[in-house]
């Protein structure tokens, strides 16, 4: 059975005392509420497309200040004491400067009798319910995500520190022969140094590992990321830190479909609507799109398949709901062009003109006028 974090405390660092003051300060809130007979209440951000702005000069999505309201009613008992434990969950973790993962927090609430959750969607909207609350992202509340924040090649330094000597440790990420350096969980402290011109986020394992076994990061002078689909929190905040540290542009190569353009690229370019309180921080505004664009389907001949009914639905969606589509008329021209095509394409479509083409042709041609990539 999974237990709740040891009682035993640890001496807490300075962020971690600001977020336990935080939790301090609503409890009592709360506790003062109950006291005088009144309805404790909390108040949450609505986090949704609906409920965000996107601003070019500020590069990111923002909230536009919608709130709902979480009062303690006969309806609302469950959820209010799942939010509160969850709350707790946190002050313990925070405390004894732990973690837990998303999946191991939603089996310690098993422990929470009637307030356990059944399924662990229900446990994770709580906790991001929790980290709206706060105005602050889930790592510092002591919640990691399942999966890693991707992988990096090529011309970059890391210096991380040594956990147990807080000695500095350089790590090149040129040396990881046929692998690749992967980000870790929390990237706040760490610092950088590289000569490279660009940074070349991808969205597939396969196309990064073709990169990667052919040292293109070496032709290119550049940095290769994978994100490995949709990028994960820390992935976006290293890539970000990166591009602002060196002040060099980022180059985003996904597949030519909705999801690539509307998910992927959107969500690392301007963050999404669930988290917009903390797209500042999660986001790289100075982005911008190489491929695959509709228009390279027709100017490489790339092999397709049919859109899908969702991927029809996605394309028309962003075309008249995300805020970060509507502002660019290049962005609305090319989803139109997709549906008008009614085909998708993948990265590794290129292979059509031979396994290399991409490394030999594809991105030596598109790099050659990056002021006509997409935004």
């Not at 303690?72 to 973790?93: C, E, I, W, Y």
């Not at 505004?285 to 398949?305: E, M």
């Amino acid at each position: 059975m999974a237990k709740e974090p040891a009682t035993g405390k640890k001496p807490a660092s300075a962020s971690n005392k600001q977020v336990l003051k935080a939790i301090a300060s609503s409890a009592e809130d709360i506790r003062r509420k109950i006291l005088a007979r009144k309805k404790p209440t909390m108040k949450l951000p609505v986090r949704s497309l609906a409920n965000v702005r996107y601003q070019p000069e500020r590069g990111f999505f923002e909230m536009k200040g919608r709130k709902k309201e979480r009062t303690l009613t006969v309806n609302t008992v469950k959820t209010f004491a799942q939010t509160l434990r969850m709350v707790a969950l946190s002050k313990d973790l925070v405390e004894n400067d732990d973690i837990a993962t998303k999946r191991e927090a939603y089996y310690v609430s098993k422990n929470w009798a009637e307030a356990r959750f059944t399924e662990q969607p229900e446990s994770d909207t709580v906790m991001d319910d929790v980290e709206a609350f706060f105005g602050v992202n889930r790592e510092q509340l002591g919640f990691i995500p399942e999966e890693k924040g991707g992988d990096v090649a090529g011309r970059l330094i890391v210096i991380d520190r040594d956990r147990d000597t807080g000695q500095a440790l350089r790590i090149d990420c040129t040396r990881f022969g046929s692998g690749a350096y992967s980000i870790p969980i929390s990237v706040e402290d760490l610092e950088f140094e590289t000569d490279a011109d660009f940074i070349l986020v991808i969205e597939t394992a396969g196309m990064f590992q073709r990169l990667v076994k052919h040292n293109y990061w070496k032709k290119a002078n550049c940095v290769l990321v994978s994100m490995g689909g949709v990028p994960t929190r820390a992935c976006r905040r290293f890539i970000r830190r990166l591009a602002d540290f060196k002040k060099i542009p980022v180059y985003v190569f996904v597949d030519g479909d909705p999801y690539g353009i509307t998910n992927i690229y959107r969500t690392l370019k301007v963050g999404s609507g669930n988290a917009a309180h903390l797209n500042e921080f999660f986001c790289v505004p100075q982005a911008t799109f190489l491929g695959i664009t509709p228009q390279d389907i027709v100017d490489y001949k790339l092999p397709t398949h049919p859109l899908k009914e969702v991927d029809i639905k996605r394309a028309r969606d962003a075309i008249k709901n995300d805020p970060f589509i509507k502002h660019y008329r290049p962005w609305i021209k090319a989803m139109e062009q997709m549906l008008k095509m009614g085909v998708r394409a993948e990265q590794q479509a290129l292979a059509k003109h031979g396994l290399n083409y991409v490394i030999e042709e594809y991105l030596p041609q598109k790099l050659r006028h990056p002021e006509r990539f997409l935004p």
